[in-house]
T-cell receptor, first 112, second 114 residues
Framework: NAGVTQTPKFRILKIGQSMTLQCAQD?????MYWYRQDPGMGLKLIYY???????DKGEVPNGYNVSRSTTEDFPLRLELAAPSQTSVYFC???????????FGDGTRLSIL | AQSVTQPDIHITVSEGASLELRCNYS??????LFWYVQSPGQGLQLLLK??????LVQGIKGFEAEFKRSQSSFNLRKPSVHWSDAAEYFC????????????FGKGTHLIIQP
């Protein structure tokens, strides 16, 4: 029972490079979320999705893009990496809007 | 807008002692409240949740939390901590009117002394 799987676990990027953080869940959850976690700041919502083909911005969406072509997958794309995007990124999913969210193990991203 | 405050950044407790982690929230309606635990290098794991009903909720690993509407609080407790409880603990309040994600507190880092 995999739950929420994030890849890669670690990545170092140069300023201006682009990359996609992958997230997949096998629980048939409609709701999926991307958060970033910075030291001492808790988690901030980047984007979320309530189903395939539907995405919306969270609190800190600038510099990121998402897509949701299937129920299972919710990739997060960084187009022009900036040092401010150095963070740990978590993907989560839930059965419904107010249901508990299940988290992946995170992707630790450094922009140098 | 909803918000969550965890007043204690760090707490140190001796192994075997009792624990209380504080959480205060601001929310316009009946809140959905959660406590999560994060071990180093790991994602967040749900400890317990409150949606409605009994204000004292039991969770995994021997944790419990009490919802007090009058104090806008949802404090986490454990009667006797173990060294394995050392972790980061996050309180969160459920989505606002739409489907957007949880609002998290900044976390409390729990240190267990031998």
């Amino acid at each position: 029972n995999a739950g929420v799987t994030q890849t890669p676990k670690f990545r170092i990027l140069k300023i201006g490079q682009s990359m996609t953080l992958q997230c997949a869940q096998d629980m048939n959850h409609n709701y999926m979320y991307w958060y970033r976690q910075d030291p001492g700041m808790g988690l901030k919502l980047i984007y979320y999705s309530v189903g395939a083909g539907i995405t919306d911005k969270g609190e800190v969406p600038n510099g990121y893009n998402v897509s949701r072509s299937t129920t299972e997958d919710f990739p997060l794309r960084l187009e022009l990496a900036a040092p401010s995007q150095t963070s740990v990124y978590f993907c989560a999913s839930s059965y419904g809007a107010n249901q508990p969210q299940h988290f992946g193990d995170g992707t630790r991203l450094s922009i140098l | 807008a909803q918000s969550v405050t965890q007043p204690d950044i760090h707490i140190t407790v001796s192994e075997g002692a009792s624990l209380e982690l504080r959480c205060n929230y601001s929310y316009g309606a009946t809140p959905y409240l959660f406590w999560y635990v994060q071990s180093p290098g790991q994602g967040l794991q749900l400890l317990l949740k409150y949606f409605s009903g009994d204000t004292l909720v039991q969770g995994i690993k021997g944790f419990e939390a009490e919802f007090k509407r009058s104090q806008s609080s949802f404090n986490l407790r454990k009667p006797s901590v173990h060294w394995s409880d050392a972790a980061e603990y996050f309180c969160a309040v459920g989505p606002g009117g739409g489907a957007d994600g949880l609002t998290f507190g900044k976390g409390t880092h729990l240190i267990i002394q031998p």
